[in-house]
């Protein structure tokens, strides 16, 4: 469908002057405060070997002043941004971080791990964990999948004698393509539900991009990394030796594991099957509520790994879940710097700015919405707020010229993992949990999430040219 639409919005402000939450109006070029709080972040992180939580905070300080935002309306959004970043990621991560460590301390990683080696073999142990991660990464959110596989991914390096990369960049792929694609992650979902779309049309039109997407961007990419010396961070591998003997057996390692999707499975299929007031549907869904999940299979593993057959004692198994929270307070800060860094950047009034910029551009409504989107992604960091954002704005073009919601759904969702900017959390993730430098993140991660959103585009395009 070969449609061009001029895209005309009521005249408002002008492109370049933005009123910003505070009350203050920015004549300081937003675009341009960005790139230079970019540029002073990296500086702080990679010359002046800062923190890189403080460098987020005092590159968050510096573009907030630079867009003319009041001081402590810059300060309110730092807290703001702070705590909803860590308000349920903080929860996921520490939760996570122990019952990953119970299982790894206890052997269940290993085993895991050492049976997909033998069924697989080493040299396709990127494809095991490939697959296993796309079918986690079906049902579970981005974060939930990410802290349950970790373990694994970094136990599978270990005992096949493989690259990190060689297993990380199949894991990154699978977790990250699914969560962009395939409702009922928030993303489709989110604008599947701004722009009326069919979610079932959404999510056949995912696995047609989706499946072929992780082949590529997983397996296949990750031949480029295949000399990387990524060192595995000491405080969250497990190296010890185990007598498997006394280790529990492959089926009781994988339920355990899990356990935290099974729970949630049957939270969502309870959210339906029963009137909304009753007990089972309340005590089902709570149960099935991520932080609960996580919890109740923690629980289950410190009697597994643990006390089932005096594995270990209390003690012992309380000083792992110590050990493995303190391990992850300082990527738990850098997350909600991350968080900060974006929120002084949303509050600046960037997105509105983008959508009056973008008044009149010629041009397919697929394509446009994706360069939107592609550039809201860049500037506020935020997914969430990219596909929203830039669904409100693509919403009277679609009904206007008829082109299909389901894959303008795709086309703004693809755009939304672009760049993994510094002021997304997606890259700091990265960055701690895979021991890369900042020049190594970016050639990483960010190099294949731009991949997969131009890819993106290109599919939206020919499924448009196949179905529309």
Same mark, same amino acid.
């Given at each position: ?5 001029? /895209? ?18 920015? #004549? ?12 002073? =972040?990296?500086? @702080? ?17 510096? %573009? !907030? ?9 810059? &300060? ?17 991560? !520490? ?18 791990? +050492? ?28 974060? /939930? ?21 060689? &297993? ?10 699914? *969560? /962009?694609?395939?409702? $009922? *992650?928030?993303? $489709? ?45 000491? *405080? ?28 949630? @499975? ?35 593993? %410190? ?9 270990? #004692? ?14 992850? !307070? ?7 710097? !991350? ?8 509050? +600046? ?14 041009? +397919? ?32 073009? &679609? ?21 993994? $900017?510094? +002021? ?11 021991? =890369? ?32």
């Amino acid at each position: 469908m070969s449609i061009l639409v001029r /895209v005309y919005r009521k005249a408002g402000k002008a492109p370049d002057v933005e009123i910003l939450e505070n009350g203050k109006e920015c #004549t300081g070029m937003p675009l341009v405060a960005l790139f230079l709080g970019i540029v002073l =972040l990296f500086l @702080l992180v990679i010359v002046c070997k800062f923190n890189a939580f403080l460098s987020l905070m005092l590159s968050a300080i510096f %573009v !907030g002043l630079f867009l003319g935002m009041e001081p402590l309306a810059i &300060v309110k959004s730092i807290e703001a941004g702070l705590g909803g970043t860590l308000g349920h990621l903080a929860i996921i991560i !520490g939760l996570g971080a122990v019952f990953g460590k119970i299982i790894s301390e206890g052997g269940g990683a290993n085993r895991i791990a +050492s049976t997909l080696i033998e069924i697989f073999g080493e040299k396709r142990v990127d494809w095991a964990i490939c697959i296993a991660s796309f079918v986690l990464g079906v049902i579970l959110f981005y974060e /939930v999948s990410y802290i349950l596989l970790i373990p694994i991914v970094y136990t599978i390096a270990n005992e096949a004698k493989v690259k990190l990369m060689k &297993v990380g960049m199949p894991f990154l792929a699978a977790i990250s393509i699914t *969560h /962009v694609f395939l409702p $009922p *992650h928030p993303g $489709p979902t989110a604008i599947s539900a701004a722009l009326g779309a069919n979610l079932g049309v959404v999510l056949g039109y995912g696995f047609l991009l989706a499946i072929p997407a992780t082949v590529i961007f997983g397996p296949l990419i990750a031949k480029l990394y295949r000399n990387w010396e990524i060192n595995i961070p000491n *405080h969250l591998v497990t190296k010890k030796e185990f007598n498997m003997a006394e280790v529990p057996s492959f089926a009781t390692s994988v339920f355990t594991t899990l356990l935290p999707v099974i729970l949630i @499975l049957i939270g969502v299929i309870a959210e339906f099957a029963f009137p909304k007031e009753s007990i089972i549907n309340q005590t089902l869904t709570f149960i099935g509520n991520a932080d609960i999940a996580l919890l109740v299979s923690l629980l289950v593993a %410190v009697y597994v790994f643990g006390l089932r057959k005096k594995r270990k #004692t209390m003690v012992e198994i309380m000083k792992i879940a110590e050990g493995a929270l303190i391990s992850m !307070g300082g990527i738990i800060f850098i997350l909600g710097g !991350g968080g900060a860094f974006k929120q002084v950047i949303l509050d +600046s009034g960037m997105a509105q700015y983008i959508a009056d910029v973008t008044n009149g551009w010629d041009i +397919s409504p697929f394509i446009l919405a994706w360069l939107i989107a592609l550039i809201i992604r860049l500037a506020v960091g935020s997914a969430t707020v990219t596909v929203l954002t830039t669904a409100g704005i693509m919403l009277p073009i &679609v009904q206007e010229t008829g082109v299909s919601p389901e894959l303008m759904v795709l086309a703004i969702g693809s755009a939304s993992i672009a760049w993994a $900017p510094p +002021s997304d959390v997606s890259f700091w993730m990265t960055k701690e949990y895979f021991n =890369l430098t900042i020049g190594q993140t970016i050639k990483s991660v960010c190099f294949m999430y731009t991949l997969v959103a131009i890819y993106g585009i290109l599919g939206v395009l020919a499924l448009d040219m196949m179905f529309g």
